[in-house]
């Protein structure tokens, strides 16, 4: 299993371009979800989903826009690109959607500088 | 809103000593409370959880205490070794909501 993957690695946009950062899971996960990390911040939930078809916001979601039309996999779109996005995120995946309490398995994360 | 509070931000100690990183968490309703290790440029990994129906849980060198009534929990590591070095974060959650509230994360250095 290759478990949670996300491309790209790094991105340098330009304020106000558009991309959708990419992440995928093979494990059948039912839960998914996307974070980013500021320095001193931690980790502050963006977007969520517990299923195919099942989106809702996090803590932060505004800017960035998420879909979930297949178990394994959940893009992440910023629709203009501000450098206040700059960050990097990190891709999260669980076992089950029963309340979420199972051990989340994080990605290798997408470092993005927003220009 | 929800809210967890984490300190030390940083801990420094020396080879073979003991090293506890405390959180406070806001929400009564908090069942569910990981922590989570990140080294330098990696991604976080659960190093241990532990639910609000037990106290304590103990994992080798590591042990997580919770108390309810103050709403804050602990993580414990013993005999420290160079390769405890990292930032950990501590989380809570309670069943249903499937968010994780984060705290902001401790730097510990574990000093030869």
């Known amino acids: 299993n290759a478990g949670v993957t996300q491309t790209p690695k790094f991105q340098v946009l330009k304020t106000g371009q558009s991309m959708t950062l990419q992440c995928a899971q093979d494990?059948?996960?039912?839960?998914m979800s996307w974070y980013r990390q500021d320095p001193g911040m931690g980790l502050r939930l963006i977007h969520y989903s517990v299923g195919a078809g099942i989106t809702d916001q996090g803590e932060v979601p505004n800017g960035y826009n998420v879909s979930r039309s297949t178990t394994e996999d959940f893009p992440l779109r910023l629709l203009s690109a501000a450098p206040s996005q700059t960050s990097v995120y990190f891709c999260?995946?669980?076992?089950?959607?029963?309340?979420?309490?199972?051990?989340?398995?994080f990605g290798p994360g997408t470092r993005l500088t927003v220009l | 809103g929800e809210n967890v509070e984490q300190h030390p931000s940083t801990l420094s100690v020396q080879e073979g000593d003991s090293a506890v990183i405390k959180c406070t968490y806001s929400?009564?309703?908090?069942?569910?409370f990981p922590w989570y290790k990140q080294e330098l440029g990696k991604r976080p990994q659960l190093i241990i959880d532990?639910?609000?129906?037990?106290g304590e849980k103990k994992d080798q060198r590591i042990a997580v205490t919770l108390n309810k009534t103050a709403k804050h929990f602990s993580l414990h590591i013993t005999e420290t070794q160079p390769e405890d070095s990292a930032v950990y974060f501590c989380?809570?959650?309670?069943?249903?909501?499937?968010?994780?509230?984060f705290g902001t994360g401790t730097r510990l250095k574990v000093l030869a």
């Open positions: 532990i639910r609000s129906n037990v």
């Open positions: 929400d009564s309703a908090s069942n569910y």
């Open positions: 989380a809570a959650s309670y069943y249903g909501t499937y968010k994780y509230i």
């Open positions: 999260a995946s669980s076992r089950t959607s029963g309340g979420g309490q199972d051990t989340q398995y």
């Open positions: 494990m059948n996960h039912e839960y």
